[in-house]
């Protein structure tokens, strides 16, 4: 039973919680970059239509999963699940809906981290003078811990020391702290973003240097959004796509369904779920497309685009170019777009936070501040690793397994539990229970159909993923009897260290070769991290449920 | 820019700003519900209605 039962301040406060979770780096970041390299334009097609049928879909049941198990005291998701299906089973598969959380919060509140520390110099015009490459190079001397930018010895460390006190604190004063920074940071984050996207609409040639004397905004503009109709028949761009929708919307993370358990049952969720995901929308479609693709091609041209975008550009070329606006301006931009990083970022990691607490409260009686403190802890000890390794590969090794592959298997998990176990009878009197909209009934047939075979495809692509990424090229061979040749980022071959194990052979310099062996030791200690995280949530769900036994209140 | 991309950006973002501004307004303006209810910041209305 809970110590205390906590509650959301209002309705808008919830919204904005939701949306902030949602909303995070690579809202600015991975979509452009998804939509530059998967047809501009046409790219948004099915990425609207996955939204449709994939992640409005998976919103309804998370939110009404979370409302569902809320009514019986649960506000994780080992004993949210436990409550819709008896089973003995069900509650570890709901372990990775905190150790998703736990693993991802490591790592990210490391980025998070890094925007506070850009923030800062930003203000300090570190950045002025400094060629492009003099700052990309910041960057790398900035994560090497054994260089300081500030002077500060090991920097890195102690800005992620920082970042994780203030979200520990924050948490530690329960929901009603999560509510405060969405409410302040969800705002500030549209405002800071209009106004660089207002920048990157009105950019047009006037970046044009002579370095890069083709640069031009709108040619930014242009390829990002004009539409190649070919690629609609290119698979690549549906699984792209299909991704994005995933990623952004923060679903299969235990996250949402942990919020919605705060709510009473007779309060709507058909409404707040479309609202917040719409928001997240208007973040990544509205201001995401219009920051980082036009300011880059406006000063360095759209081929440097093409060839360089990625999620480094935000740290390694932004602060260059805002240089180019002069002192006082570069250093506004700089707070601006590394401010709203930094509150995309927060309100994420908050969120991230509040399933573990959830659960420590519901099953051992934790109070707020033991929760947040034990967080912050187990955080700093699975992140120092990947601060202090981050060249050795430990931090992309979190990243996929935790970032990616856990939330996959988990929302392909729970999609198929809610639709097919817990039923959809069922499932759609808790999603429009209390509704304020009508929810169109077709979303039975999808949630019931469409959505759980999207996701067994997502990872099912995820496991096998082609050569190349080359879906339609791949089908062709498979069928026509040449095979199927798996990518090194495909699951299969990712666990065998195919990739690095490549590289070695291929390299001739044993400097080279050993730095490869090193980094195959690390990414094998960050393996080993994981599956002990995993294996500790474990034992405290079983812990969790004897205690349940004792006391009368286990389910099975 | 071409016509086409002016085209394809405007619609887009018009549709989903549409959506965004739609349902933020319905929240905002729809009655809530009578207590208990899941936000304590009515709390206080809620007891005043009472008295």
């Known amino acids: 039973m809970s110590v205390k039962s906590e509650s959301w301040g209002s309705r808008v406060g919830l919204i904005l919680a939701m949306a902030g979770n949602a909303v995070g780096l690579g809202n600015f970041l991975r979509f452009p970059v998804q939509a530059v390299q998967n047809g ?18 998976l919103l309804y049941i998370e939110w009404a999963s979370g409302r569902f198990g809320g009514k019986f005291g649960n506000h994780s998701t080992p004993y949210i699940l436990d409550s819709m299906v008896k089973g003995r089973i069900l509650k570890y598969i709901g372990v990775f809906g905190i150790f998703t959380n736990v693993a991802v919060a490591a790592y990210y509140c490391y980025i998070e981290s890094w925007t506070m520390s850009y923030v800062y110099h930003s203000l300090a015009g570190t950045f002025e003078g400094m060629s492009q490459s003099g ?46 920074v969405a409410k302040i940071g969800m705002p500030l984050l549209i405002l800071f973003g209009m106004i660089l996207a207002i920048r990157g609409l009105t950019l047009g040639t006037s970046g044009a240097s002579d370095l890069f004397p083709d640069a031009n905004a709108w040619d930014g503009l242009n390829f990002l959004w004009t539409p190649q109709y070919s690629s609609l028949l290119d698979l ?4 792209a796509a299909a991704g994005q929708i995933f990623f952004t919307l923060s679903v299969g993370m235990g996250t949402i369904h942990c919020y919605a358990a705060y709510m009473k049952p007779k309060d709507d969720i058909a409404l707040n779920a479309v609202s917040a995901g719409f928001m997240n929308e208007f973040v990544e479609v509205v201001l995401g497309s219009l920051i980082v693709i036009p300011i880059a091609a406006g000063y360095l041209g759209l081929d440097w685009v093409i060839e360089n975008a990625g999620f480094g550009m935000a740290f390694q070329t932004m602060p260059y170019l805002f240089q180019q606006w002069g002192p006082l301006l570069a250093a506004l931009a700089g707070l601006f777009w590394f401010g709203l990083l930094f509150f995309a970022g927060i309100t994420s990691s908050l969120a991230m936070g509040t399933p573990w607490m959830g659960f420590m409260r519901d099953e051992f009686n934790w109070g707020r501040n033991k929760g947040a403190w034990s967080f912050g802890l187990l955080i700093l000890v699975m992140g120092l690793p990947t601060v202090l ?16 592959v856990s939330l996959v298997v988990f929302a392909m998990l729970e999609t198929i539990l809610f639709s097919w176990i817990f039923g959809m009878k069922k499932g759609w009197a808790e999603i429009t229970s209390g509704a304020d909209i009508k929810v169109p ?7 019931k159909f469409v959505t759980p075979i999207m996701l067994i495809i ?18 062709s061979s498979l069928f026509s009897g040449n095979g199927w040749k798996l990518d090194n980022g495909s699951i299969i071959k990712t666990i065998t260290h195919a990739g690095i194990r490549e590289k070695i052979a291929l390299a001739t310099d044993p400097a080279v070769i050993s730095q490869l062996e090193e980094n195959i030791f690390y990414i094998n200690i960050a393996r080993f991290l994981l599956i002990g995280l995993f294996i500790f949530i474990s034992s405290l769900v079983y812990i969790a449920f004897q205690k349940r036994r004792r006391e009368g209140r286990a389910t099975l | 820019m071409n016509t086409e991309a002016l085209i394809t950006m405007v619609l887009t973002q018009g549709i989903v700003i549409c959506f965004t501004a739609y349902f933020f307004y319905k929240v905002l303006t729809i009655k809530p519900k009578s207590e208990p209810d899941s936000f304590s910041e009515n709390d206080d209305e809620d007891l005043d209605q009472r008295q």
Request: with cysteine; glycine share 12%.
């Open chain 1, 236 to 239: 690549k761009v549906w699984m």
């Open chain 1, 40 to 57: 501009g334009g046409a790219f948004i097609i099915p990425y609207l239509v996955c939204f449709l049928l994939m992640g409005i879909p």
């Open chain 1, 458 to 475: 997502i990872f099912l692509g995820s496991l096998f993923k082609p050569l190349n990424n080359d879906w339609s090229g791949n089908i």
């Open chain 1, 441 to 447: 009934s077709i979303y039975k047939f999808i949630i």
């Open chain 1, 135 to 180: 700052v990309a190079g910041f960057f790398d001397s900035y994560v090497d811990i054994a260089q300081s930018t500030t002077g500060i010895p090991f920097e890195a460390v102690i800005f992620y020391i920082l970042c994780l006190l203030l979200n520990t604190y924050i948490l530690s004063k329960g929901l009603g702290g999560i509510e405060k």
């Open chain 1, 389 to 404: 390794f981050f060249k050795q590969g430990v931090f992309d090794e979190y990243d996929y397994w935790a970032g990616t």
